[in-house]
């Protein structure tokens, strides 16, 4: 339901730079608690210095997924001793696009007024109507962001451009819920490559598992600890040293993945990932294939494995597989190893 939708809204808030190089938090509604203050000041890029400004950042944290707009002061107006603020909003759901900009026009409103006054007033009819409007500012409909968009905005055919055959690691750690490290210094290559990876697996249709810009403080690191798989990213390049956080770790600049000795076991490479890889590969390099069909060629194949994965379930007890139960089909023993283990991700395992 729409009401539904626009309710999915938390809080929003306003972090300024003021003349003096401080960086408060000096607004929210309705609250923000104390932790996640924190986490959002240290996202926000007016703490880092003018150099690593960033109009526009999203991530999650503790489920809530929160967007940071950030605007530079520049004409003259009613924010006299500020030189630089972000608007934060958190909200329930993953849609960049849609909180990119509402972000846009409640910045230009705090810019234009001076006060949070005006600016809640639009936070306010989004969230009860879905919509505002204004001639100065520009209109926002939230019916004009349907949450498939924001999970078909990247580009998967880039990600294989970029890593090739090797793209069928990434596909299998994301079946297998396994937990993926991504590294960039530059934090919109970051953004822009991690949120493509969960469309891997179309199926789930799952961004819950995207965590795309963490720093390495314990309490961020204890959030992605509560998660049995993800897709993290970080700028700090001593994430690397940090083995015990991934299962795969892809560093973005060097196009290099390397799977973790604790993982090699179940990232096994046998015929199955072979036909995926290549089949991935091709419907990537055809020119006259969209982002969206490239996409739809790996869910039909995914959908094809899990198929004859559930027929061999139903075959035993309780349409549970184990390992006894898989060995009697004398599959090679990398294909063995990875249905058992995707059995596992997708609950058809007997423990």
């Not at 609250?31 to 996640?36: G, H, K, P, T």
């Not at 294989?160 to 990434?170: D, P, R, S, W």
């Not at 046998?270 to 969206?292: F, M, R």
Request: with cysteine; proline share 3%.
């Amino acid at each position: 339901m729409a009401a539904t939708e626009h309710q999915l809204m938390i809080s929003v808030g306003i972090i300024e730079k003021d003349v003096n190089g401080d960086t408060l938090w000096v607004w929210c509604y309705p609250s923000v608690d104390s932790e996640l203050r924190q986490v959002l000041l240290s996202k926000c890029c007016l703490s880092h210095g003018t150099k690593d400004f960033h109009t526009f950042v999203f991530g999650q944290f503790k489920r809530s997924w929160y967007y940071i707009s950030s605007a530079e002061v520049q004409e003259p107006t009613a924010l006299i001793k500020v030189t630089h603020f972000s608007i934060v909003v958190t909200a329930k759901d993953f849609n960049p696009e849609k909180y990119a900009a509402l972000g846009r026009i409640l910045c230009r409103t705090y810019v234009k007024y001076g006060s949070p006054v005006k600016m809640l007033e639009s936070y306010i009819t989004v969230f009860t109507k879905g919509l505002c409007q204004s001639d100065e500012n520009g209109s926002f409909l939230i019916k004009d962001y349907d949450v498939r968009k924001a999970y078909l905005a990247g580009s998967v055919k880039d990600i294989v451009a970029q890593f090739g055959m090797e793209t069928i690691i990434l596909y299998t750690a994301l079946m297998l819920k396994k937990r993926i490290v991504v590294h960039h210094p530059r934090i919109e290559a970051l953004l822009e490559f991690t949120r493509v990876l969960p469309a891997l697996t179309w199926h789930r249709k799952d961004w819950s598992i995207l965590h795309p810009y963490v720093h390495l403080e314990d309490n961020e690191i204890e959030d992605l600890n509560k998660c049995s798989g993800y897709v993290a990213g970080f700028v700090d390049p001593e994430v690397s040293k940090r083995t015990e956080l991934y299962d795969v770790f892809v560093n973005l600049p060097e196009s290099v993945i390397t799977v973790s000795p604790s993982a090699k076991e179940s990232m096994s490479m046998g015929k199955i990932h072979k036909e995926v890889g290549l089949l991935i590969l091709q419907s990537a390099e055809d020119v006259e294939k969209s982002d969206s069909q490239v996409i739809k060629d790996i869910s039909v194949k995914t959908k094809e494995l899990l198929t004859n994965l559930m027929a061999l379930a139903e075959q035993c007890e309780d349409s549970k597989l184990t390992l006894e139960s898989l060995k009697q089909h004398h599959f090679p023993p990398a294909t063995e190893n990875f249905l058992f283990h995707l059995a596992a991700a997708e609950q058809l395992l007997r423990l």
